[in-house]
Nanobody, 120 residues
Framework: QVQLVESGGGLVQAGGSLRLSCAASGRGFSIAAMGWYRQGPGKQRELVATITSGGRTNYGDSVAGRFTISRDNAKNTAYLQMNSLEPEDTAVYYC??????????????WGQGTQVTVSS
């Protein structure tokens, strides 16, 4: 059983910064890919950033250059540093883990989501 616990969301003014944390319990963090996704009002869930077990990162076009994803395997925690926040970044942010299984598939786990609100 994997549980993802998020923290760090809140209200921030445009131009400000927040750092989200995602603490994972259970086995396999170091070999799992981690990601952040978000869903704004009336919108589909979209990719924010991902990081592989080897440290390769990928970013959605709307956040590239402003957000940074990282991980600390010793703490079983992934982070999302968000700088230069814009009102368009307002959304519920979800942490995701994709963990390989013994039989060659991936299991996907989601956190509960944390609200980020950016005021203009």
């Amino acid at each position: 059983q994997v549980q993802l616990v998020e923290s760090g969301g809140g209200l921030v003014q445009a131009g400000g910064s927040l750092r989200l944390s995602c603490a994972a319990s259970g086995r396999g963090f170091s070999i799992a890919a981690m990601g952040w996704y978000r869903q704004g009002p009336g919108k589909q869930r979209e990719l924010v950033a991902t990081i592989t077990s080897g440290g390769r990162t990928n970013y959605g076009d709307s956040v590239a250059g402003r957000f940074t994803i990282s991980r600390d395997n010793a703490k079983n925690t992934a982070y999302l540093q968000m700088n230069s926040l814009e009102p368009e970044d307002t959304a519920v942010y979800y942490c995701n883990m994709k963990r390989p299984t013994y039989w060659g598939r991936e299991e996907s786990y989601w956190g509960q989501g944390t609200q980020v609100t950016v005021s203009s």
